[in-house]
């Protein structure tokens, strides 16, 4: 569904997630209707398999008025935007990335597609022009995009997204990435610096002491590039930068680590996962 997230972003909670159903906040285009859903790994439509069984299928849209189906199937190591006739075709797939693309969502007529690219520095939503095969992409820097939805016109889309720094909100855009807009506000925004560093996003204060050191937590997490409650509390309640990654610091993190003069290197902490160096944690209420 266009307002659902994906299975392995199910387990999302906290106070801030409320957006739920975007086009219940929004003036959506309306969905197609169909018989086509997912068993055992492929899609089926009135029985007749049109796919072959797949390691796993994300979701998928119909296209009333082209006769087409768009999905995200899992092939190998990732997923990939493929399409097929209603009636069962070869499937055409759409030049892929080496990271999952996942969400794909059809624009009213049929002439577009939409659909999300989780980039190592933040989603990407990506369109494509079925017709002619232009594809448009807008970035989302070290943000997650939850879910997309057309407007009617397929003038503009809307993204339910959030960041670690902005608590979740609705974005549209016009499906060339120009004129921005807040549709619905975020409940939450941090007053902070970001930035990266060594392979990971920085959150730190905003403003920082002539030769300030402050403490150093390491929040193991993916994705990486989401809201979260906890952390949210720890930035506003405590001086503290916060180094947020989706796998176990390596050597060059820690290296960038040594060379930033504002860190207290003797006060590392590291929350979500283990690391040769830094104390390890359970919860916000370790750091000290």
Not at 229 to 245: E, H, P, S
């Amino acid at each position: 569904m266009v307002a659902g997230a994906p299975a392995r972003r199910a387990a999302e909670s906290g106070r801030h997630h409320t957006i739920g159903d975007l086009c219940a906040r929004v003036e959506c285009a309306k969905r197609a209707t169909s018989t086509v859903k997912i068993t055992n790994g492929k899609l089926v439509n009135d029985g007749k398999d049109l796919t072959p069984q797949f390691v796993a299928i994300e979701s998928f849209d119909v296209s009333i008025d082209r006769g087409e189906v768009v999905f995200s199937a899992k092939r190998k190591d990732n997923f990939d935007i493929g399409l097929v006739a209603l009636d069962g075709s070869e499937i055409h797939w759409v030049p892929e990335d080496p990271v999952d693309e996942t969400g794909p969502v059809w624009a009213p007529r049929g002439n577009k597609v939409a659909y999300v690219v989780h980039g190592k520095a933040g989603d990407i939503v990506r369109t494509v022009h079925i017709p002619t095969a232009t594809q448009l992409s807008v970035p989302f820097p070290y943000a997650t995009v939850r879910a997309i939805a057309w407007d009617v016109p397929a003038e503009r889309y809307f993204v339910v997204l959030s960041s670690p720094d902005i608590s979740e909100r609705v974005q549209s855009v016009k499906y060339d990435g120009g004129a921005p807009r807040i549709e619905v506000a975020p409940e939450a925004t941090l007053n902070v610096a970001t930035g990266p560093m060594g392979g990971a996003l920085v959150l730190r204060p905003a403003t920082m002491r002539y030769g300030e050191k402050i403490p150093l937590v390491v929040w193991v997490a993916n994705p990486p590039f989401e809201w979260d409650d906890d952390r949210g509390t720890l930035m506003r309640n405590k001086r503290v930068a916060c180094a947020i990654m989706p796998h176990t610091p390596d050597d060059a993190f820690w290296a960038a680590v040594d060379a930033t003069p504002w860190i207290d290197a003797q006060r590392v902490y590291v929350i979500g996962g283990r690391s040769a160096r830094g104390t390890p944690i359970k919860d916000i209420n370790g750091v000290r």
